[in-house]
């Protein structure tokens, strides 16, 4: 069967400001001009995205608007979250997670000010971020905060979300939106590197309640075993949950593609 044509915008947008939201957290807000309000018409907050990180290069390069699409002048491409999209305010938003400057993504947020560029790649998609339904159960890691802030602010009054998320700190913590009733359960990893107690956490949990659709995103062992347990443990349905990876321990995202590609052409 064809699949839709999606359409797909790319654009280069300047920061506006720089927050660190939490210790662990940066909230990136860019402006949009009135050109770029028409070319992400239909792109939508929750969304993800294709970040193009200058280089040296391009920061200092005249005509950026255009060299930064040649891989010349970028130094790497990321998948984020489009957080929010605000067409009144005219901003788009971005939370990053601070890890460090080992990745291109965190070391670009973590220097970033007022005046910087990134290029900014997105899909439109219509699809909502989950299906209808009564109790949901979301787990994921700190990457995947951002994503799950959008369904909840989405969700309706009668909606149940028991939540499992997993932060740095108590202090990387933060109000959550949403008009449906939240149970959350935050747990604690100042060293997501070092591996994760997120899946056994959640597995514990589906043993007391199974009426949920689940919806986990996290890294990518932690997601492998989650996946493995929804399967073949629980023997679930395929439409009662979906389970991503959204970054794989001690390898960047390019590399963690080719081991995927790899693995899917032996
Ligand atoms: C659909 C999708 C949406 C995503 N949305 C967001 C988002 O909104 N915000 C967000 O922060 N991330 C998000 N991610 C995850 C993000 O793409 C990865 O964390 C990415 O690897 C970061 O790129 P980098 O250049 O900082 O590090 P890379 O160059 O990819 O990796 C360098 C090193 O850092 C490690 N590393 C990568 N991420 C982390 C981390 N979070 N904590 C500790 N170590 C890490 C790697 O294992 C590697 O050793 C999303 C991923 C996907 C697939």
Same mark, same amino acid.
């Given at each position: ?116 560029? +990134? ?35 989405? +969700? ?49 949990? +589906? ?26 443990? +629980? ?32």
């Amino acid at each position: 069967m064809d699949k839709p044509i999606r359409n797909t915008a790319r654009s280069i947008f300047v920061v506006k400001e720089k927050i660190f939201i939490t210790p662990h957290y940066i909230r990136v807000i860019f402006k949009m001009s009135d050109e770029q309000l028409v070319l992400f018409q239909n792109m939508r907050s929750g969304s993800h995205n294709k970040i193009y990180i200058p280089s040296e290069k391009a920061m200092y390069c005249a005509d950026y608007e255009e060299s930064i699409w040649n891989s010349d002048f970028f130094t790497a491409v990321r998948t984020y979250t489009t957080r929010d999209i605000d067409f009144n305010a005219k901003t788009l938003q971005i939370d990053f997670v601070a890890h460090g400057d080992s990745g291109p993504a965190s070391k670009w947020a973590e220097n970033a000010k007022s005046g910087d560029f +990134l290029g900014i790649a997105m899909k439109e998609s219509q699809k909502p971020l989950v299906p209808s339904a009564q109790n949901y159960f979301i787990v994921g890691d700190s990457t995947a905060i951002p994503v799950i802030s959008v369904i909840l602010e989405t +969700l309706p009054s009668t909606a149940n979300v028991m939540l499992l998320l997993e932060v740095n700190s108590y202090r990387d913590t933060f109000v959550l939106h949403s008009k449906a009733n939240l149970n959350v359960r935050w747990i604690y990893n100042s060293s997501p590197l070092s591996g994760s107690k997120l899946a056994e956490e959640c597995i514990a949990l +589906l043993a007391e309640e199974k009426q949920f659709y689940i919806y986990a995103a996290a890294e990518f062992e932690v997601i492998k075993k989650i996946r493995r347990h929804l399967k073949e443990a +629980l023997q679930l349905e395929r439409d009662r949950y979906y389970t991503v990876s959204y970054w794989t321990r001690g390898i960047s995202e390019e590399e963690s593609n080719q081991e995927r590609q790899k693995q899917r052409m032996e």
